[in-house]
């Protein structure tokens, strides 16, 4: 079932088509909505209108809701959606991939190559991170090129922890996974037992003080220019900032919140994504 509702209107029929027997009841934006970007955590703002879709598995309990909704006043439109694999359609596109010569990251469900290169496995479970998206991979190649052997590193805003994990396969002697989403700690626990890594999976409260050699943030520039204090009082002197999930007109910005405690020694692109390496005097 699908059915264009306002945002005043969305939660409440969200919750009565659930209570009348839907499987799922999902939100999204019309074709011509504008995108909105960085919303402030823990805040879900919406559209001023939406595309409610439904999943049935029963006609009488979608006839029933498609009579709720025209009670409303409001013109539903019911088709037959035929049987899909979603667990597979999620996992189509993700494949084993190199790491700069120096890694494997290969998905859960995924054969490993025949290699002697360590190899990291990534279940993503609800949290973002599989090493996929152009900001995840500039920072995994950051990893790669430098000598991790020995270092402390924090992994901020960790999502799957896969930044964190790569650091510790390449020798990182402590890793700090922090993120403030539940689901992406539980995510980043279950992969560190995955691949029987030490790392540890926190919430950015309970972080403890004290100063490691590396702090990668792959989040968006909102936050990472909010965060600036609280990631410089974490990293050591001479220790290296990987800033990501920045596009090129974004990076100038981002860089003068860490200035002058830190500057710009490296910028990499991969299409408008930007990954910024600051190291602190």
Not at 101 to 125: F, K
Not at 135 to 147: D, I, K, Y
Not at 214 to 228: D, E, H, Q
């Amino acid at each position: 079932m699908r059915v264009t509702v306002t945002a005043e209107q969305a939660w409440a029929l969200s919750d009565t088509l659930e209570s009348l027997g839907a499987l799922s009841v999902a939100l999204e934006p019309l074709e011509d909505s504008a995108p909105q970007l960085e919303p402030a955590p823990g805040t879900t703002p919406l559209w001023s209108e939406l595309e409610l879709s439904a999943l049935f598995t029963a006609s009488d309990k979608a006839g029933q809701a498609m009579r709720e909704l025209r009670s409303e006043g409001l013109d539903p439109m019911l088709a037959e959606c035929p049987e899909r694999d979603w667990l597979a359609m999620g996992r189509a596109g993700l494949e084993p991939f190199e790491v700069g010569g120096r890694l494997w990251v290969v998905p859960e469900w995924c054969d490993a190559p025949g290699t002697s290169l360590p190899v990291v496995r990534i279940a993503p479970g609800l949290a973002f991170g599989t090493g996929s998206h152009p900001t995840t991979a500039l920072c995994l190649e950051w990893l790669a090129r430098h000598e991790l052997a020995g270092k402390r590193i924090i992994d901020y805003g960790a999502g799957s922890g896969i930044l964190g994990l790569a650091a510790a396969r390449l020798g990182a002697a402590e890793v700090i996974a922090v993120d403030n989403e539940p689901q992406a700690l539980v995510a980043a626990r279950a992969n560190a037992e995955l691949n029987g890594l030490d790392v540890t999976a926190v919430a950015p409260g309970e972080l403890a003080a004290g100063k490691v050699d590396v702090i990668v943030a792959n989040i968006l520039a909102r936050p990472l220019v909010s965060l600036a204090p609280v990631l410089l009082g974490h990293l050591g002197p001479g220790g290296y900032l990987v800033l990501s999930g920045v596009t090129r007109d974004q990076a100038d910005v981002v860089a003068a919140a860490y200035a002058p405690a830190a500057r710009v020694m490296d910028t990499r692109h991969r299409g408008d994504w930007v990954c910024m390496e600051l190291r602190r005097d």
